[in-house]
């Protein structure tokens, strides 16, 4: 009859059959079919209003936010020249750094989810669109745009929890070598840049031998072509136009893709990590209407709170929830959504998952810990539970 | 120009410095950098500057533009795709060069008619000003004079159909072309007339007659009412011996070719319909018509579905991914026809436009390449 959605998967009927909704437990929001539908308007209409309105101020956001990029770009590369003054080169390595960060954040994720392809600009288009990283931009659509954006937190089929590597949810099943999770995160957090490129990859599954050299031809063609690209030019070409000052340019362009991928995993992970963050399994999920898409998106996700200066360099992944649902509106808009969509939520008794970022990160990691073990020594966490009631299924 | 002193030609130095400039600008390419400071400076791409704007007639807009290195010229009667930005939107529309093939400084003139409901010809009317960027495409289209160019030539245009045969007209003046050339063009009232006084001054060269007609305006122009065949004969005699060119609205255009077909020289005729401005969508539940999946070469009657699921259908199996309009996988050009967004119930008809096909539903005809 009805399945109940709990958060980090506490799928009452698949995990207690003997259990129905009535047993609920006590204080669990409960949202009728009408409920979730009745959200899905909302939401709807919220989207619609937003779309009829974008326009010039919406293309001068984005056109200013690439003017900033390229200028802290070229001044960064600049400030390579000058490394005999360290101000001046550390300057530089941060310019780069922030350059890197507003291109991959604010300008390239956002735009290769087509934010901005209504503006019909060939240089800011999704299928066209190249960011200032290793990953190829069309693997990364597949990965993200379309796997993890679809089936956002459903275990087994979202492949951004844990990325094939880390253990994220109490649903994954343990194997000892999740002991070293703490350490896979931190380097994963390092080299970033080049675990989303091996993102489509699907390790785990190739370990497994179930992808064979067929699959990863295409995509290792595709790393060689970008990757190449992107090292050449950080790490020959820059470097070597600066002359004697060869060695300091190679490490200050290392040092800024490294704080790019410090950043970029740091905000990443805190958007469906966090304690408080539902995940799903596939047999809840399965036929889910247009309103119940929604829901998930809101329960799976986390915003960070933080001033718009914080918003802009997280490329307003900060308001995750928001972007959850609205993945392909302008993200410099999500600041505006975000008070109606937490009062959606507040209306129907969802939780609207927020919080700064220090107490965001902080609980990531406390999960990173907490899962390298398994659940029989650290239990499950407690998060709030939210009943749905199907819309299929229902008899 | 095209020269060093040490006599090397520039162009292979010039391509290997464009090429380490692309390597450093990678992976956004020279010009996403440069339009920020001079948008003229490009590297790859075609643009133009407005530099002069001329306003003639009401409703009509003459632009001089200068196109950046990468244009190749054109051939008098061809059009180009011009691209600009209404409301944060860039919009492409083809417009037909007016000017000679042999402008001096390479700089193209375009006489655009601002129609009632046309977004960009009303933008550049209301708005165009020197200094103005524009996207440009390389010139295109089959209606051109050939080279050799006939001896003798008879053009015929309607209202704004006017541009790509006065193309041709100030070519052959610039030319000194020997042979006789006749222009017979019809406007509604003499207020319509543009370009007036480029056309007196064309009718006086060696060999030209030109010859304009108000079919609103009773005994206002060179010749009475709408193109007959005494209008022919009275500019060009001598038509069965030349080759003919004609551009105009869809009723003019028939009338003219049933004269020349009735003079058993239809063959010399040769036509450009004007590009129709994108036709307003039908009402929301029409379903009608036939979608055309072009790259496929399949055709089925419009179910009234998504484009997605239609193309499925018809046994076709187009990339898709989340069929719900995120994720962007099942986007493909819309070459012609309307169609209507289902989450937003926007309609648009833009041509060569690309939609995600899992959430847009045809609007009677609809040509996409899948
Ligand atoms: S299949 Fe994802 S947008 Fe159409």
Known sequence: MFALLGPLGRTITRREPARRDDDARPGAVVLSREDVEEIGRELDALRAETVADLGAADRKYIYDVIKVQRGMEVAGRAAMYVPFLPPVWLAGVGALSLSKILDNMEIGHNVMHGQYDWMRERGLNSREFEWDTVCPADQWRHSHNYMHHTFTNIVGKDRDIGYGILRMDPD?????????????????????????????????????????????????????????????????????????????????????????????????????????????????????????????????????????????????????????????????????????????CSRYGLPYNTGGFLRQIGSVWGKIFRFALPNALVGRPGVPTVVIERSSGAA | MGQIAAGRPVAPMLGRLVGLFETMATPHGVDRYTELIAPTVTANELRARVTDVHREVADSVTLQLRPTRQWRGFRAGQFVRVGVVVDGVRHTRCFSPCGSEHADDGRLELTVKAHPSGLVSRELLERAEPGLMVDLEQAAGEFHLPRPRPRDIVLISGGSGITPVLAMLRTLVDERHEGRVAFLHYVSRPDDLVHAGELRRLGKALGVTVAVGCTGTPGAGDVDGHFTAEHLAQAAPWVRGA???????????????????????GGNLHTEAFEAAPAAPPADDDVRGTVTFSASGVDAANTGDVLLEQAEAAGLSPEYGCRMGICFSCTAVRRSGCTRNALTGKADAEPDQPIQLCINRPVGDVDIAV
């Not at chain 1, 809840?284 to 802009?312: C, K």
Request: contains cysteine; glycine residues 10%.
């Open chain 2, 243 to 265: 080759q003919s060119y004609l551009c105009g609205p869809a009723r003019m255009m028939t009338a003219v070719r049933e004269v020349y077909d009735g003079m058993g020289i």
């Open chain 1, 172 to 344: 994954q099943r343990w194997y000892p070598h999740h002991l070293g999770n703490p350490l896979f995160a931190a380097m994963l957090m390092v080299l970033f840049e080049w675990g989303v490129m091996l993102h489509d990859l699907e390790i785990e599954n190739v370990v497994q031998g179930k992808r064979g050299w067929a699959d990863i031809k295409p995509l290792a063609v595709g790393w060689w072509r970008k990757a190449g690209r992107q090292v050449l030019k950080d790490y020959a070409v820059f470097p070597a136009l600066t002359g004697p000052f060869f060695v300091t340019t190679l490490v200050g362009n290392g040092a800024a893709n490294l704080v790019r991928n410090l950043w970029t995993f740091s905000i990443i992970f805190c958007g469906h990590f966090p304690t408080g963050v539902a995940s799903f399994s596939e047999e809840e999920t399965a036929d889910e209407s247009r309103g119940e898409w929604y829901v998930r998106q809101m329960l799976g996700s986390a915003n960070i709170a933080g001033s718009p200066l914080f918003h802009v360099l997280s490329g307003n992944l900060s308001h995750q929830i928001e972007h959850h649902l609205f993945p392909d509106l302008p993200a410099h808009r999500y600041p505006q959504l975000a008070p109606r969509v937490e009062d959606i």
